[in-house]
């Protein structure tokens, strides 16, 4: 049996594949993005939450993972594991969403278990901080609907008396 508050849930995480902010590396490149790479989070986003649906877990895309490494990679160096990574998923979203091919000097068509790993924790982080970002709106949100409704009562229930 569903509770209202798992529906609630639900709806929201629908939601979020198309309101959630992508999660970019501070530094001011998140502007940089290209448009196809915002379609390919919203879509990749959209098939995490059917995956859901079936029991799995929820966790950040590849798409998401790139996006944050590309703006990372603009800010700061990256070591080695992080340029492998980055490199990886780099070329499993181009060729999924661009239909193309990454030059063979660059692709890395595979990365350790030790950088899965990395890459695991930091989609887990990517979707993790997506839905915080979520949560806080919807309270925003709530917050706003409360005071607005304590507004309306107050205007329709005059004060009987005014010390």
């Known amino acids: 049996m569903t509770t209202a508050k798992q529906v609630e849930k639900d709806i929201s995480s629908i939601v979020g594949v198309f309101t959630d902010p992508i999660i970019v590396f501070p530094g001011g490149w998140g502007d940089t993005l290209p448009e196809w790479l915002k379609n390919a989070i919203t879509l990749e986003r ?26 990372a990679g603009l800010t700061a160096p990256m070591d080695s594991d992080w340029s492998q990574i980055y490199l990886y998923i780099t070329g499993k979203v181009i060729k999924q969403h661009q239909k193309t091919e990454v ?32 949560q806080e709106g919807d309270r925003a949100e709530r917050r706003e609907r409360k005071e607005a409704d304590r507004e309306k009562q107050a205007i329709a229930q005059p004060a009987l008396f005014d010390f």
Request: a positive charge.
């Open 103 to 134: 030059p063979r000097d660059i692709l890395v068509e595979s990365i350790s278990d030790y950088q899965q790993g990395k890459l695991r924790r930091l989609k887990d982080w990517l979707y993790e901080r997506r839905g915080k970002i979520r």
């Open 46 to 71: 959209l098939m995490e939450n059917v995956k859901a649906l079936k029991g799995e877990e929820l966790t950040g895309t590849d798409a998401e993972a790139c996006a944050y490494l590309y703006t």
